[in-house]
């Protein structure tokens, strides 16, 4: 079942609608929307003044995404016409045009809309206004800081309600968002850098979002403060990603990003966008509480606490599939390390680095081209070796801040080295997973044979190096062992639990 044409002004019954910070009325084909009287630590509406001026400043920013909509500011007059307030005229949307109400029918195809809506949203980005205010808004110190006061005022809600939230829950949400945080200055930096902070909207709901058949028309973005509407491209996008899993279709959100990334050609780590969506979701469950705490026992208040439980579980969710991984893939020459290596970076995104491939480059020479030499010589003495993962895990690093996770592809017979690599996760926020590649070492010798006689490749060693390898290496008991005698994919199953679930899920 497709759209079917609606009027853009449909004539329904009035009524009123109320928020914590306006009434709006619909009266026929218009909406008129009062700011209250009222002041809290985040907004100012206390004199007619600062009304108007925010009433005014509602419809120059709504009209960016709205134009026809937004119809400008009218005066309450009372009966000697003397001004007293100031509303917001606005047309009046179908209510079952609302992308909240669309994605609940199962008998719609709502995915056009959705791909339309991501192109508007990717032009209004396009277009948006750039600057060095919305850059340090946009800034890792500012995330760091709004992440902090969401977390400190949730654990007040928690101390001053228990069993509102759960507390294992939330207490693991802090220590994932703060080691994923630690360390990230050089992605938000280029971030910056890449003009991708702009003056977005801010609060980018389904309910807000109508779609109609010349285009959606998205309204309500946040006025009252620049900062809440200053951030990454994806921090605004995280939003409606996280509202339409709240409703039950996540599946929509993923097609959104989708074609986001298509239109747009952004190139933003899937991390940081679950982290941006974990924090969205976070400031969900903060509203949602007080709610509930304003609630009297009853149907209204289980449901309230049922969706605060449901957001804060999709929060932990996006953090666990956010959490960077450094991979310590190693193992004897002819144990298909390298292979193993590939497929984990195919099937989950991450970035796969090799020994073999950075040995030859710093050499100076292609990969294909053979490098044949003694156990400990030339092209593989110590000095060469040491500069060589000095250099793959500097490369490493620099991934990691980035919010990469990586895949180490080499021996790892040196136990100084993997402790090198161990001390780079730490400080990249990185879990560091270790896994040790065997097979029968006939098994071995038939592979590496075979590899000499399809000609030059990024490895040269053989069995007699293997050997060498073999009877110098360091114990190695904090990895895990993978039989790589099996098929690359059963390795790949084998490797699963080490990894976590999660390990791909931001791919």
């Excluded at 004199?47 to 119809?71: F, G």
Aim: proline share 4%.
């Amino acid at each position: 079942m497709s759209l079917l044409p609606q009027e853009t002004a449909p004539n329904v019954p009035a009524a009123v609608v109320e928020t914590h910070i306006s009434v709006l009325v619909f009266l026929g084909k218009r909406v008129y929307k009062l700011k209250k009287p009222v002041r809290f630590d985040f907004l100012d509406f206390s004199t007619v003044d600062r009304r108007r001026e925010a009433c005014h400043r509602e419809v120059d920013l709504n009209r960016r995404l709205s134009p026809d909509v937004y119809l400008g500011v009218l005066d309450v007059v009372d009966a000697e016409g003397v001004v007293r307030d100031h509303m917001v005229e606005m047309v009046r949307l179908p209510d079952d045009r609302r992308l909240s109400s669309l994605v609940r029918d199962p008998a719609l195809d709502v995915e056009p809309a959705v791909r339309t809506l991501a192109r508007c949203v990717a032009a209004f980005h396009e277009a948006a206004v750039r600057g060095p205010v919305i850059d340090e808004h946009a800034g890792h110190a500012s995330v760091v800081a709004r992440w902090e006061q969401d977390l400190a005022e949730l654990g007040r809600i928690a101390a001053e309600h228990p069993g509102l939230l759960d507390g294992r829950t939330l207490a693991d949400v802090a220590v994932r968002a703060r080691r994923w945080l630690a360390g990230r200055e050089p992605l938000f930096a280029d971030r910056q850098q890449g003009g991708h902070a702009v003056d977005g909207h801010g609060d980018l709901r389904a309910d807000d979002v109508f779609c109609l058949d010349d285009g959606p028309r998205v309204l309500d973005c946040i006025e009252f403060s620049d900062r809440l509407r200053h951030g990454d491209v994806w921090d605004d996008v995280a939003f409606l990603l996280m509202d339409l899993e709240r409703l039950g279709r996540g599946d929509l959100g993923d097609r959104f990003a989708d074609a986001y990334r298509e239109f747009t050609g952004d190139t933003a780590p899937a991390a940081l966008v679950h982290v941006f969506v974990a924090r969205r979701a976070l400031v969900r469950v903060k509203v949602g509480a007080l709610r509930v705490t304003q609630l009297v026992p009853g149907p209204d208040r289980r449901a309230a606490s049922a969706e605060v439980e449901s957001l804060l579980a999709l929060a932990h969710t996006h953090l666990t599939a956010a959490e960077v991984r450094l991979v310590l893939l190693g193992g004897l020459p002819g144990t298909g390390k390298s292979t193993v290596a590939e497929a984990l970076g195919t099937e989950s995104g991450a970035v796969v680095m090799g020994s073999d491939a950075t040995r030859k480059e710093q050499a100076g020479l292609p990969t294909t081209v053979a490098a044949p030499e003694g156990f400990r010589e030339g092209l593989y003495d110590l000095a060469t070796t040491d500069a060589t993962y000095a250099l793959l895990l500097d490369r490493a690093r620099v991934a990691l801040t980035h919010g990469e996770s990586v895949v180490l592809d080499a021996t790892w017979a040196d136990a100084r080295r993997r402790e090198e690599a161990r001390e780079i996760g730490r400080r990249g926020g990185a879990r560091v997973v270790e896994l040790r590649c065997v097979c029968p070492s006939g098994l071995a010798a038939e592979r590496l044979r075979a590899r000499a006689a399809s000609g030059p490749t990024e490895s040269d060693a053989d069995e007699e190096i293997a050997a060498r390898v073999a009877a110098t290496a360091d114990d190695w008991p904090e990895a895990s062992v993978l039989d790589t005698s099996a098929s690359v994919a059963a390795c790949v199953l084998q490797a699963r639990p080490h990894l976590g679930a999660s390990f791909g899920a931001d791919r």
